[in-house]
Structures are given as C-alpha cells and as structure tokens.
C-alpha cells in the first residue's frame, strides 16, 4: 500500500507558500489566524502533542485572503525606548 495524501507538513507549507516555518506556525496560533482546524490544518494523532498536516489548497487560498496588520500599527520594542 502507498501512502497518497494531499496533506504537508508544516515545512512543506511554509516552503510552498514561501514564508518561514516559523511564520506559519505563529500565524496559525494568532488570535486572527486565517487558518482553521479541521479545514487547513490537522493534527495526526490523539493530543496536540501530534504533528500538524496541511491541506494545501485551502491554507493557500486562506493566506492569500487574509488582510494584514498595518506595520504602523505593530507595536515594536524600538517604539519603547
């Protein structure tokens, strides 16, 4: 039997969408993550301890939607001085 799945990982989506695999997992975790369990992403296994699949199509079509944050509106450390 082969494996045939559409589902990535996380390093295989982030490369796809050409972002950093740490990018992605932090936009996923965000508050207005345009991403959403059970649609762009799974978790294989039983707990959230499992790895995370992606399903290309809909993670690219959310990325692609979604609206970003205006960098005057980011807050950075250098504001603080």
Known sequence: MTKSST???SAEMADRLGIHV???LK???N???PFREGTDYRW???T????L???PGPTEQAFSRF???PSGGFETFAAAR
């Open 27 to 29: 936009l996923r975790r």
């Open 31 to 33: 508050k207005r993550s």
């Open 22 to 24: 740490q990018t992605l």
């Open 44 to 46: 294989a296994g039983i």
């Open 7 to 9: 589902w990535l990982t």
């Open 48 to 51: 959230t301890a499992g790895i």
């Open 53 to 55: 699949q992606w399903n």
């Open 67 to 69: 609206r970003r944050i």
